[in-house]
């Protein structure tokens, strides 16, 4: 009896089906029986349409259908699908196929290694952004300082920035080192840094290096955050909203400074106009 052993597909049982029917059409139908298993579902017989009942029969839990083609020679050729993957035997694994299985460990092995190599230069990458990201934020915070020393006209503007910077700097209390007047301002007392300290969640690792267009939820709770210390709980939506409507729509930046320049500059002479009367 030949044996074909391999996995089950449908173009395998397509190929069987369409062989008994050219056979059957020329006149020289061949007997076949199906099992499933080993529970005979199909009896033998010679007519192709009834090859495909055997499918009803299968199981999640089935392991295999056997297809058996008898010939006019009382010879057969048994076609073995497996469904599902056999396990190895003692007796399988010696020889070439122990030899075999040792190489496809080795070969797992050496998979494993350079996916953890690939994992660990990500990381590091990861780390060099962060690093580069504080080191930006350091420079950015002391021109900002210096930028609302010389003017209070922007003073509001400056200290909400800087309160966006502080919020990040505050849950990342080694982003401090080396800045004095930042670690004073949101820096906090011991017990509040050594409680951040214990956070492991490192907030750089999600925050952009760069203007991306998008705004996470831990962006939009820290600037919630930021803007407590400068607004009353009358304003503080208002001013919110007020920014997520410039960040969605930029073009009215240029209006809105423009509108606010002309309304503190008719305020000025209006008050001008006062103090001489």
Known sequence: MAFVKENYSESRVNMIYELLKKEAENGTPKDYEIKVDELKVVSRNNDPERLYNFEQFVLPESRNVTIIVHSNLHR??????????EAPTTEE?????KTITAKMQQERTKWEHTQLKKEHDHTKQQLKECEEYVRQLKETISGLEIEKEKSNSQGKLTNTIIGLAGTYLSSNPNALN??????GMFGGDKKEIAQNKKNEDCLCRSAPAKFTGEISDRDEQRLVMALAPYFSEEYAPKAHKLIMYLFRYNYFIDQAINGIENANTRSSKQEKATTQK
């Open 178 to 183: 080396g800045i004095p007047i930042i670690g």
């Open 76 to 85: 057969s050729l048994r076609y073995l699908l497996l469904l599902q993957e």
């Open 93 to 97: 694994l010696s020889g070439v196929e």
